[in-house]
């Protein structure tokens, strides 16, 4: 049998980059045949950015309704469709966009601790918008290890060969050099 991971992505906040870096990655047919992928976000604004990239939408989408389950597709949608975000918010971190991005991660990391996905994977948040919500983590690192309870933990970032972990989070690349 041909085992393939099945990977839980958070769409990040709904005014960032997330929908249009996860449909133009998965896009690739190569890539989505590597894993099996759900993606907790929304799918008007995954839809849009598939759109604006004149992609066809290749995903299968699920109403979010509260219970987290494995899906029989290859690429679906959890859709929140509740923190509909067209208009004028989508262009600016708000408290609806922290909340929404922080449901995101608490269902992908609830899936994986119930094993129904082995692995998450973060598209950008706004930390902006975690604040207008309400919420005191710097990033979602931190909100991982917490509800892990990781006392070690580092963000890591891949892309082709290059596979790096940062030496430090959340400090000005200027203030780096003074460290």
């Keep these: 049998m041909d085992y393939r991971p099945t990977i839980a992505l958070t769409m990040g906040d709904p005014a960032g980059i997330g929908p ?10 190569v890539l989505r045949h590597k894993a099996r992928y759900i993606i907790y976000g929304m799918n008007e604004l995954l ?11 290749f995903w299968w989408r699920a ?9 029989p ?3 679906v949608v959890v859709d929140y469709d509740q923190y509909s975000m067209l ?15 922080m449901r995101f991660c608490l269902d992908a990391i609830e899936a994986a601790q119930k094993k129904l996905v082995d692995a998450v994977v973060t598209a950008p ?3 902006e918008s975690w604040k207008l919500a309400g919420f005191g983590y710097p990033g979602p ?3 991982f290890a917490q509800l892990t309870g990781s ?20 400090i000005p690349l200027l203030s780096v050099r003074d460290k």
């Design 63 to 71: 109403q979010y309704n509260g219970r987290l389950r494995s899906y």
């Design 151 to 170: 006392r070690l933990y580092a963000m890591m970032f891949t892309g082709g060969p290059l596979k790096f972990v940062m030496e430090t989070v959340h």
């Design 87 to 101: 208009g004028s918010a989508i262009k600016a971190p708000s408290k609806m966009g922290g909340e929404a991005s």
């Design 125 to 127: 948040i706004a930390k």
């Design 141 to 143: 690192t931190e909100l």
């Design 47 to 57: 839809a849009y950015a598939a759109d604006l990239a004149e992609f066809d939408v």
């Design 20 to 29: 249009e870096v996860i449909v133009k990655a998965l896009a690739d047919p």
């Design 73 to 75: 597709h290859d690429v």
